[in-house]
Antibody, heavy 126, light 108 residues
């Protein structure tokens, strides 16, 4: 059974750094892109980016490029989302997701997310 | 780049049919996926490749995509269908995942 289990809720102050994690199991981690999706309070879903753990190739939404870093450790099947300096506007639930199609594949058919983590609530407040 | 427009809310009586639209310029030329998010839960994929259902998703949920509108249809609506629904595409011109704004389905 494919599972994505995320780290727990966290409260941080503006300017602090943070790294949240996504522990995957039930499939070959290096075969599938793993991504992150943000959901601000009461709002919709926003794609942040994803990483291909096989070679660490990474794609970001322009809205998040430079604001966060996505990484993966293929030896322990974990993906991460990291901030160097949090802002109050980073307060949101963050979901990790698995892209259904393995490997390099382009087009709409490839970019669908078949498994989601339970979400990590990040609260940034002074 | 793709902009996907969904109605903020749709209301339907139990047993009736709900249709949730996702409008985008020539959306019929790409592939649309749909997610269901119940309160306090993570989203779940309910329709992929315009019309396909993952295992465990009831046949009451179906999808279509043509022209400038994709539609998620829920037949014989039940109270348990009450949720937010999001459409999603891949914008090949910008290489980005794009989500619609979401539609809150209320079962009266």
């Amino acid at each position: 059974e494919v599972q994505l289990v995320q780290s727990g809720a966290v409260v941080k102050k503006p300017g602090e750094s943070l790294k949240i994690s996504c522990d995957t199991s039930g499939y070959t981690f290096t075969n599938h892109w793993v991504g992150w999706v943000r959901q601000m309070p009461g709002k919709g879903l926003e794609w942040i980016g994803f990483i291909y753990p096989y070679d660490s190739d990474t794609k970001y939404s322009p809205s998040f490029q430079g604001q966060v870093t996505i990484s993966a450790d293929k030896f322990i099947s974990m993906a991460y989302l990291q901030w160097n300096s949090l802002k109050a506007s980073d307060t949101a639930i963050y979901y990790c997701v698995r892209r259904a199609s393995p490997g390099y594949c382009s087009g709409g058919n490839c970019n669908v997310f078949d498994h989601w983590g339970q979400g990590t609530l990040v609260t940034v407040s002074s | 780049s793709s902009v996907l427009t969904q109605p903020p809310s749709v209301s339907v009586a139990p047993g009736k049919t709900a249709r949730i639209t996702c409008a985008g310029n020539n959306i019929g030329s790409t592939t649309v996926h749909w997610y269901q998010q119940k309160p306090g839960q993570a989203p779940v994929l309910v329709i992929y490749y315009d019309t396909d259902r993952p295992s465990g998703i009831p046949e009451r949920l179906s999808g279509s995509n043509s022209g400038n509108v994709a539609t998620l249809t829920i037949s014989r609506v039940e109270a348990g269908d009450e949720a937010d629904y999001y459409c999603q595409v891949w914008d090949s011109s910008t290489e980005q995942v794009v989500f619609g704004g979401g539609t809150k389905l209320t079962v009266l």
